[in-house]
């Protein structure tokens, strides 16, 4: 019985400093601009990400072709983008992490749901990386001034309605 009680308390540690952890580390998020990555579109344009040129917010999802909660989220928030550019003035830069072998499916997916979207390729992961992405769908919210003012990751229904509240808060300021 005491292995067991010793078990759970050392579980629940874990448990403890692993949530820490990520609150943590999500504080640090937010006290950053966005990475300064080159890029391609769909087009093959070469795009920095810390030069978007909106002149609203920024959200900044991170998919894959793979991903069924990326797309999910990605096209809830496609039902609503219209609406929210009307009150908010945001654009979503949708940045596909897949790689070589899956990076055709791109253009394909995307054009196919008729996101309007500016869709960027990651192939290698340099941006994921430089912005602390571990896992997609991960999104960011950014100001006009390319500061992240919230951070994202996975995708639950509903997530969409609190990163519409937060679009309001930053669109209020």
């Known amino acids: 019985m005491k292995k067991i009680a010793l078990l759970l308390v050392g579980f629940?540690?874990?448990?403890?400093?692993?949530?820490?952890?990520?609150?943590?580390?999500?504080?640090?998020?937010?006290?950053?601009?966005?990475?300064?990555?080159?890029?391609?579109d769909l087009d093959g344009k070469s795009?920095?990400?810390?030069?978007?040129?909106?002149?609203?917010?920024?959200?900044?999802?991170?998919?894959?072709?793979w991903c069924s909660p990326c797309k999910r989220e990605l096209n809830t928030i496609h039902e609503l983008y219209t609406d929210w550019q009307d009150e908010t003035g945001v654009n979503l830069v949708a940045?596909?992490?897949?790689?070589?072998?899956?990076a055709n499916s791109v253009a394909m997916y995307a054009n196919g749901k008729s996101w309007e979207y500016l869709v960027l390729l990651d192939p290698n992961g340099d941006f994921k990386r430089a912005m602390?992405?571990?896992?997609?769908?991960?999104?960011f919210l950014l100001d006009t001034e390319g500061n992240i003012v919230y951070s994202h990751n996975n995708y639950a229904p509903g997530d969409e309605d609190?990163?519409?509240?937060?679009?309001?808060?930053?669109?209020?300021?």
């Open 12 to 40: 629940s540690l874990t448990i403890s400093f692993s949530s820490f952890s990520q609150e943590e580390g999500h504080k640090q998020i937010l006290d950053k601009k966005v990475a300064s990555v080159q890029l391609k």
């Open 47 to 65: 795009v920095n990400t810390a030069e978007l040129g909106f002149d609203g917010p920024v959200i900044i999802s991170f998919w894959a072709t």
């Open 95 to 102: 940045v596909s992490v897949d790689d070589s072998k899956t």
């Open 132 to 139: 602390g992405v571990n896992n997609v769908p991960h999104t």
């Open 162 to 173: 609190a990163l519409y509240e937060e679009l309001l808060k930053l669109a209020a300021k």
